[in-house]
């Protein structure tokens, strides 16, 4: 979990996910619609992916980090974005200010 922590550190949000997966490119862009830049990270493109999954104990990608906390996978950012809690997180973490 430290190499996690270290990734996520200093990050208002991260997005662990894989180069080719269609539903993490739509949450990257509903993240930066709202003009946030989170830091992805591709598992495809990670030297020591299997550790790092392994601490995630995720099966579903992507994972996303807000304010360095795990909200979880599409489906939960989806629900956030729904009910108009999303902004106020990204706000939170200081992604956004406006």
Not at 69 to 85: A, C, F, R, T
Request: charged residues 15%; proline residues 4%.
């Amino acid at each position: 979990m430290d190499t996690i922590n270290n990734l996520v550190a200093g990050n208002p949000v991260v997005i662990f996910s894989k180069s080719n997966c269609c539903i993490s490119h739509i949450v990257v862009t509903l993240i930066s619609s709202y003009g946030a830049n989170p830091t992805v990270y591709n598992f495809d493109e990670l030297p020591n992916s299997e550790a790092i999954e392994a601490a995630l104990g995720r099966s579903s990608l992507p994972a996303v980090f807000i304010g360095q906390e795990l909200i979880g996978s599409s489906n939960e950012v989806m629900s956030l974005h729904i009910k108009g809690k999303l902004v106020h997180l990204l706000k939170k973490a200081k992604a956004i200010w406006v």
